[in-house]
């Protein structure tokens, strides 16, 4: 009996290999397998690196989003990705969601509404496997004078210290502030406590002068598919 070999990228024709297609075909005719090859260079005895990459997108649900939120531990786990193909990986995902934020947002990073709030938090809050709180505060004529994380909690909640949150706004001089949250399980439906915590910002920023302009909660859909929910657009703020 014959034993099948699996081949590795330098036996197959040139036209075939990941790096060679994009450079002759350019890089939109790859697959997101391809490209994930293209980084790690290298599969392992008897698994092709195009074949690792796609074993590696397969574990997560063939989506890059969910593939960004897997750290090393959890890469580390297929064989041949220890230290510097797991590395690579995590860092081209995270230049991503970067490139994403920059895209998202115009150079004097102005805020104008629930789109561009989410597009300028998406970065940080998408990959988190626990909730995170931050708040963004601004001029009045929009502009980001700086963010800072609020606080940070469990897969469910995360309390939130409003006397942190204006006090860090005061000292920002902001005359508007926007907050956002993630939610880890995938929903966008706000708790009672979201509803609750909007209220309660809300009612004491006008105390103090400050606006709340807008809340957004940014979760992970099953599809891995990032979006929001806007308590401004939905008519609470």
């Known amino acids: ?15 075939d290999k990941p790096r060679e297609r994009l450079l002759s075909q350019g890089k939109k005719q790859l697959t997101d397998a391809e490209l994930l090859a293209i980084l790690m260079r290298t599969g392992v005895p008897g698994k092709s690196v195009v074949e690792l990459a796609k074993e590696i997108l397969a574990s997560a649900g063939n989506s890059l989003v969910n593939l960004s939120r897997m750290d090393y ?35 004097e990073n102005i805020i104008t509404d629930s ?15 626990h909730e995170e709180f931050w708040a963004v505060f601004m001029n009045n004529r929009n502009k980001v004078l700086g963010r800072q994380r609020i606080s940070v909690g469990g897969q469910t909640d995360t309390g939130v210290d409003a006397r942190i949150l204006f006090r860090a706004a005061l000292d920002a001089k902001a005359t508007t502030i926007a907050v956002a949250h993630n939610h880890p399980s995938g929903t966008l439906k706000p708790s009672v406590s979201d509803r609750n915590l909007t209220r309660r910002l809300n009612e004491a920023g006008n105390l103090l002068g400050i606006k709340l302009a807008e809340h957004i909660i940014v ?16 008519g609470m703020l």
Do not use: C
Request: proline residues 4%; without cysteine; glycine residues 8%.
């Open 219 to 234: 979760a992970i859909g099953p599809k891995g598919v990032p979006d929001y929910y806007s308590f401004h657009d939905e």
């Open 73 to 107: 531990s959890q890469l580390r786990v297929f064989k041949g990705m220890a230290g510097a193909k797991a590395a690579t990986l995590m860092a081209a995902l995270e230049l991503g969601w970067r490139m994403h934020s920059e895209a998202g947002n115009n150079t």
């Open 1 to 15: 009996m014959i034993e099948k070999k699996t081949l590795t990228v330098k036996d197959w024709a040139n036209e």
């Open 115 to 129: 789109k561009s709030l989410y597009n300028y938090m998406l970065p940080t809050l998408a990959d988190l496997d």
